[in-house]
């Protein structure tokens, strides 16, 4: 009886320890170099944005290729997805969709496109062009790469973020960031949201 009640407590123990554990995300980070070698993109870093984590925990990660690391990362927002069907769950968890005026988040790889003006934040934005199927409607959407003043610059688990029409928004402060990194940049950067 003993035993059996000290292998449920490591097993319980251990379950819990490995749900804070960050992922490592190697396996994108290898792809994502490949990726941006065939393709001509920039070489030194890349965005990844992981929806599967809590929108109040950083999920918008900035890794260097060159270092073998994420040198910053922080809050994104994800898609309300509300516009067609109800969406209870919607700031728990993403939902998908490439369909126009659907509010919801798109999966895949982007190139990082032209820099423009936008009525939010820092009045920056990126155009994203959508390189997968799931995601080729970006433009047409008007899904960008954004700021915006209601995202929290520090985590703020177990709070939400608030949510969008499907832009990865961040915070006015990380945009900038953001964007000292891509107005450097001699090639296109690779945006790749994941689920």
């Given at each position: 009886?003993?035993?059996?009640?000290?292998?449920?407590?490591?097993?319980?123990?251990?379950?819990?320890?490995?749900?804070?554990?960050?992922?490592?995300?190697?396996?994108?980070?290898?792809?994502?170099?490949?990726?941006?070698?065939?393709?001509?993109?920039?070489?030194?870093?890349?965005?990844?944005?992981?929806?599967?984590?809590?929108?109040?925990?950083?999920?918008?990660?900035?890794?260097?290729?060159?270092?073998?690391?994420?040198?910053?990362?922080?809050?994104?927002?994800?898609?309300?997805?509300?516009?067609?069907?109800?969406?209870?769950?919607?700031?728990?968890?993403?939902?998908?969709s490439n369909r126009t005026d659907s509010h919801c988040s798109m999966k895949g790889k982007y190139k990082i496109g032209k820099r423009d003006y936008s009525s939010w934040g820092i009045?920056?934005?990126?155009?994203?062009?959508?390189?997968?199927?799931?995601?080729?409607?970006?433009?047409?959407?008007?899904?960008?790469?954004?700021?915006?003043?209601?995202?929290?610059?520090?985590?703020i688990f177990p709070d939400y973020s608030p949510l969008s029409w499907g832009c990865p928004a961040v915070s006015n402060d990380f945009m900038k960031k953001l964007d000292n990194r891509?107005?450097?940049?001699?090639?296109?950067?690779?945006?790749?949201?994941?689920?």
């Open positions: 009886m003993k035993k059996t009640l000290l292998m449920l407590a490591l097993s319980f123990i251990c379950c819990n320890n490995a749900k804070d554990e960050k992922k490592t995300y190697a396996g994108y980070h290898s792809n994502a170099l490949k990726y941006c070698k065939d393709n001509r993109f920039n070489e030194d870093f890349y965005f990844l944005v992981d929806l599967s984590v809590h929108s109040g925990k950083n999920r918008f990660y900035v890794y260097s290729f060159n270092e073998g690391k994420v040198l910053d990362e922080n809050l994104v927002t994800h898609g309300a997805c509300d516009h067609f069907d109800a969406n209870l769950n919607k700031y728990q968890k993403a939902k998908f009045h920056v934005k990126y155009w994203l062009d959508g390189l997968d199927e799931s995601n080729k409607n970006a433009v047409e959407r008007v899904v960008v790469l954004h700021s915006w003043d209601a995202v929290a610059d520090k985590e891509l107005k450097a940049a001699k090639k296109p950067v690779l945006l790749w949201i994941i689920e």
